[in-house]
């Protein structure tokens, strides 16, 4: 039964990671999801279904299109294959090996891990067009970020770590404020930072999809996506851009500190909010809820944080603003520990891969969301091993 789940999980991953391709080649390009069907880049043709099954096609074409036999990224099989790996791996990982303590039987922790994959999915998603393009897609963290507020709200499981009354009272304070912001935005009364250049591509015409290019040509690399820093191209002080995004945060700020201190001080306020995010049976979902709500925000402020003092501090700007929203997406279906941990692996592997570049020729530079992506998983796997290594430090800040 284990190895018909491992086979069927693994083949159902292949399937995801051909949608991913889908999705990583056609979000940055502006292109819908669903239409028009596959068809090959350089020479227009459908792609038939017996040459679209997940990493077989690949491998019986040669990487090469059927029509006109020009070479077919291996990117399209790597995803296929790293996707299966991620979606049966992760079963595996907490259902068979057991290696993360609490995940319970399949049958009822199933919701649980169907979220946790699908981050997996998306945060390799993110990674790849991140690693392309240079820019993180906000409509897959979100869709990623929805998915882990609903299950978790639906399927509440012990993985998300439960936060108090008085903390869940701030998470929905603060994101009533980002609602507030959102709309002072639409009509005007703040404007936008920088500006919405710097989240789309810069090259359009640079995504090409083929990497790979016939041995004897001459290659016709894709021309690297430079995105020069807005302040530079458009004369505009980052710092000063910056301070707009922190004026974006303020009422959520200020909601947040009301609904605390309403929660904490008002015995009224506190009976009612009690009832219906402590405890009870409604609580076990509207608390379940809120964790994941408290997930996403803090999952996004570590990063808006440093992207806001960063910029102050260096007067250039500091983190991609898709950055945010990635590890927003982490926090909404893991709680918001394993985000915070993970903002500070992420730094850690960049540092070696930094290292790596300095030991040899290679100079091809990653953005900074692959690290995160990269972070998270590490957390996630080994999130039993963290827990013990900082459960002194936060014994010692009680
Ligand atoms: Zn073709």
């Not at 808006?304 to 501090?313: E, N, S, V, Y």
């Not at 893991?334 to 850690?348: D, L, N, Q, Y």
């Amino acid at each position: 039964m284990i190895v018909i789940c491992v086979v069927f999980l693994a083949l159902l991953g292949a399937c995801v990671g051909s949608f991913l391709n889908v999705v990583i080649y056609r979000l940055p390009n502006g292109q819908s999801i669903v239409f028009p069907s596959s068809h090959c880049p350089t020479c227009g043709r459908a792609i038939r279904w017996h040459d679209n099954i997940p990493l077989l096609s690949w491998l019986l074409l040669a990487g090469r299109c059927r029509w006109c036999k020009k070479p077919i990224s291996p990117r399209y099989i790597i995803i296929e294959a790293i996707t299966m790996v991620l979606v049966a791996g992760l079963f595996a990982w907490y259902f068979i090996l057991e290696r993360r303590s609490g995940a319970g039987a399949f049958e009822t922790a199933w919701p649980m891990y169907a979220a946790h994959a699908a981050l997996l999915c998306g945060l390799l998603a993110c990674a790849a067009v991140d690693i392309e393009h240079w820019i993180v897609p906000l409509e897959v963290c979100w869709v990623v970020s929805v998915a882990g507020l609903v299950s978790s709200a639906a399927w509440p499981h012990p993985f998300i770590p439960r936060v108090s009354p008085a903390t869940g009272a701030m998470a929905v304070a603060a994101v009533a404020g980002l609602a507030v912001a959102m709309l002072m935005v639409k009509y005007g009364l703040i404007r936008r930072s920088f500006s919405d250049v710097v989240d789309k591509p810069v090259a359009r015409d640079s995504l090409e999809i083929n990497t790979a290019s016939p041995p004897g040509r001459k290659s016709k690399r894709t021309p690297k996506v430079v995105l020069e820093p807005y302040s530079k191209a458009h004369g505009v002080n980052p710092r000063l851009e910056v301070l707009r995004e922190v004026l974006f945060l303020v009422p959520a700020l200020v909601l947040a500190i009301g609904a605390y201190e309403l929660v904490t001080r008002v015995d009224v306020v506190r009976q009612g909010w009690l009832r219906l995010a402590g405890e009870g049976p409604v609580a076990v979902h509207f608390g379940a809820l809120l964790a994941a709500t408290w997930g996403y925000l803090v999952g996004g402020a570590w990063i808006w944080g440093t992207r806001i003092f960063g910029t102050l501090a260096f007067g250039k700007e500091a983190m991609g603003m898709g950055d945010v929203h990635l590890l927003a997406a982490v926090g909404a279906v893991t709680g918001w520990i394993v985000p915070s941990i993970a903002f500070f692996v992420a730094p850690f592997l960049g540092l070696l891969w930094a290292l790596y570049l300095l030991a040899g020729r290679n100079q091809r530079q990653l953005p900074y969301g692959p690290w995160l992506a990269a972070g998270t998983l590490i957390v996630m796997l080994f999130y039993d091993a963290f827990r013990g290594f900082l459960a002194p430090m936060t014994e010692a800040f009680r």
